[in-house]
T-cell receptor
Framework: SAVISQKPSRDICQRGTSLTIQCQVD?????MFWYRQQPGQSLTLIAT?????????ESGFVIDKFPISRPNLTFSTLTVSNLSPEDSSIYLC????????????FGQGTRLTVV | AQSVTQPDIHITVSEGASLELRCNYS??????LFWYVQSPGQGLQLLLK??????LVQGIKGFEAEFKRSQSSFNLRKPSVHWSDAAEYFC????????????FGSGTQLTVLP
């Protein structure tokens, strides 16, 4: 099973700044996914990151606010830009193994608080 | 578009009691269904999954779930709850299409009383 390391585990940021979250996987994976979990809410998919192409964003999420990099098959970053208190959430990286959605593995998440 | 409904926001049970967490899905084809658990400050851990075959699925930590197509349900059960089971539980379905992103239910918070 894939092991995902996510950094930082938590951060407190000033509004107007940006935070970049790193996701490192111990094996090569085709697709990586970024989710947001707002306080007391479920997980919402932000975007799908494929290596060698631009990320695909879900409705309500835009590249200017959530730029994503995917430089290789084991690494991805998500940046949350121009932070506001509404961005305070847990951000989770996920990868899928086995094909056909047989299992998704999640990082421990990054708890972001914007003050 | 598929959706997942977890009608119970919060459930409280006594330790040793049985547990059932409800999950209903809306999906046009045969779904791939999952149950995840999220403990405080932790990521998500897969409890069990259903793709096809036997409709009663065994998972980790003594959990099981039953797929009922006629009721569009995939309820999670455990015969005897332990205090360490207190957590948030999410039901999820794989999206259709070429990508395999998960659509999550809203979650059920489980409290276990001593």
């Amino acid at each position: 099973s894939a092991v995902i390391s996510q950094k930082p585990s938590r951060d407190i940021c000033q509004r107007g700044t940006s935070l970049t979250i790193q996701c490192q996987v111990d094996s090569q994976v085709t697709m990586m996914f970024w989710y947001r979990q707002q306080p007391g809410q479920s997980l919402t998919l932000i975007a799908t990151a494929n290596q060698g192409s631009e990320a695909t964003y879900e409705s309500g999420f835009v590249i200017d606010k959530f730029p994503i990099s995917r430089p290789n098959l084991t690494f991805s970053t998500l940046t949350v830009s121009n932070l506001s208190p509404e961005d305070s959430s847990i951000y989770l990286c996920s990868v899928e193994e086995g094909g056909q959605g047989t299992e998704a593995f999640f990082g421990q998440g990054t708890r972001l608080t914007v003050v | 578009a598929q959706s997942v409904t977890q009608p119970d926001i919060h459930i409280t049970v006594s330790e040793g009691a049985s547990l059932e967490l409800r999950c209903n899905y809306s999906y046009g084809a045969t779904p791939y269904l999952f149950w995840y658990v999220q403990s405080p400050g932790q990521g998500l851990q897969l409890l069990l999954k259903y793709f096809s075959g036997d409709t009663l699925v065994q998972g980790i930590k003594g959990f099981e779930a039953e797929f009922k197509r006629s009721q569009s349900s995939f309820n999670l059960r455990k015969p005897s709850v332990h205090w360490s089971d207190a957590a948030e539980y999410f039901c999820a379905v794989v999206r259709s299409g070429s990508a395999r992103q998960l659509t999550f239910g809203s979650g059920t918070q489980l409290t276990v009383l001593p």
